[in-house]
C-alpha cells in the first residue's frame, strides 16, 4: 500500500503560477512512476505530468512548455511547477504512483492515487 499526500493547490489570477507537492509514504520501494492528472469540471481525467524513477518525462499536450515536474532521485517529493497559468487550468489535481508489487504470488502493477487539491484560476 501507498499513501499519497497532495498539497500547493489554491486560487490563483491567469498569468500566475502554483508549485504542488506530492509525498508518498507506505511501502514506496516498488515505485516506478510518478505523475499528476487534473480532472476538470464535467470532464474526464487527464495527464498532467509524469516522471518515472529512471528520470524520464512526460508532459500533457496542453500544459507543455508552462508546467514542470521534478523531484530527486528517489522521486519522493515530487513537485509540479505551474507557471503562466491559464482558466482552463482550472481543476482538481491528482497525485498518482504506478507501483510494481506483489499481490499474492503475481507481480502486478497498482496507480495509487491522493485525495486531490483544487487549482483554481481567475481570468
Known amino acids: 500500500q501507498v499513501h499519497l499526500v497532495e498539497s500547493g493547490g489554491g486560487l490563483v489570477q491567469a498569468g500566475g503560477s502554483l508549485r504542488l507537492s506530492c509525498s508518498a509514504s507506505?511501502?514506496?520501494?516498488?515505485?516506478?512512476?510518478m505523475g499528476w492528472y487534473r480532472q476538470p469540471p464535467e470532464k474526464q481525467r487527464e495527464l498532467v505530468a509524469a516522471?518515472?524513477?529512471?528520470?524520464?518525462?512526460e508532459y500533457g499536450d496542453s500544459v507543455k512548455g508552462r508546467f514542470t515536474i521534478s523531484g530527486d532521485s528517489s522521486k519522493n517529493p515530487v513537485y509540479l511547477q505551474m507557471n503562466s497559468l491559464k482558466p482552463e487550468d482550472t481543476a482538481v489535481y491528482y497525485c498518482a504512483a504506478d507501483v510494481t508489487e506483489y499481490v499474492g504470488w503475481r507481480l502486478t502493477t497498482t496507480r495509487y492515487w491522493g485525495q486531490g487539491t483544487q487549482v483554481t484560476v481567475s481570468s
Open positions: 507506505g511501502v514506496i520501494s516498488g515505485i516506478t512512476t
Open positions: 516522471i518515472t524513477t529512471s528520470g524520464t518525462l
